[in-house]
């Protein structure tokens, strides 16, 4: 099935507090795929999945991959600090969380390469539903999984991207960034394989330390290029659009 560019695949809201504010369009194209990148613990995965809630809970269908996190793990932490009520979801079928090893992954996607006959190439992530929205946490871990391996994880990852767009549904795509991080090159074909990228920073300043969002690139709309201040609290994640940041 071939993606048609001409159709209009509609827009689909980010519904994390007043984001869609940030977007000429109000949400993301149906079809793209979203980085969300940022530090260690500046609040990618619960970005992802105040997302991917607010979604089951207006109807949509959510799909949560865990490459790292125990996905029990995962969902407790998410119903005890900001009460969402993730059980639930999952009950009703709006949304399924599929934890998946990087390291099998990689061996099989591996294997895959190998093979003489390139039509025989297998390597999907069979997915148990057709979603409207779909998270991947995160790729980081899945290309250090691929370590020696960089060409075949930057084909496997376009390949994977390109085959869920053609699903219509909204990816977004969890990528750790940091200076420990060794494999740089890797970075970029992220960011540049995706069709957009929200960015959390956070910024130091002496002792002060604040957050703030940034979208750096939305190819399917006009967006907002201000760095907008946010803050986890038990309600999850909220924006200050209003607000400058002060450090
Ligand atoms: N109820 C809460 N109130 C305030 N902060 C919280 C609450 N629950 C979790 N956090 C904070 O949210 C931060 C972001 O966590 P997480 O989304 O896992 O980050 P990342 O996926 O980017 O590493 C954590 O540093 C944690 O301290
Ligand atoms: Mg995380």
């Known amino acids: 099935m071939a993606p048609s560019k001409s159709k209009d695949r509609g827009v689909l809201p980010v519904r994390v507090s007043a984001v869609d504010e940030l977007?000429?369009?109000k949400g993301v194209e149906r079809g793209s795929t979203l980085l969300v990148s940022g530090g260690v613990g500046t609040g990618k995965s619960t970005f992802c999945m105040q997302s991917a809630y607010n979604s089951a809970v207006a109807g949509e269908k959510v799909i949560y991959i865990s490459f790292?996190?125990?996905i029990e793990k995962m969902q407790r932490h998410m119903e005890e600090n900001f009460?969402?009520?993730v059980s639930k979801m999952v009950e009703q079928k709006r949304?399924?969380?599929l934890q998946i090893d990087p390291l099998e992954l990689s061996e099989s996607v591996k294997k895959e390469f190998e093979k003489k006959d390139k039509e025989d190439m297998q390597f999907d992530i069979k997915l148990p539903f057709r979603p409207d929205r779909l998270?991947?946490?995160s790729i980081t871990v899945l290309s250090a999984a691929f370590a020696g391996g960089t060409n075949i994880y930057r084909m496997y990852l376009s390949y994977l991207l390109r085959t869920l767009e053609r699903a219509n549904s909204v990816n977004l795509v969890i990528?750790?960034?940091g200076e420990e991080r060794i494999d740089k090159g890797a970075a970029r074909v992220e960011a540049f394989i995706c069709d957009g990228e929200l960015r959390l920073h956070e910024i130091r300043k002496k002792d002060v330390k604040q957050n703030a969002l940034e979208i750096r690139k939305a190819r399917w709309t006009g967006h907002s290029k201000k760095l907008v201040p946010y803050r986890i609290t038990d309600k999850g994640f909220e924006i200050f659009r209003r607000a400058e940041v002060f450090v």
């Open 83 to 85: 009460g969402w009520k």
């Open 23 to 25: 977007f000429d369009k």
């Open 175 to 177: 990528s750790e960034t």
């Open 135 to 137: 998270v991947l946490d």
């Open 95 to 97: 949304m399924m969380f």
């Open 68 to 70: 790292e996190e125990p």
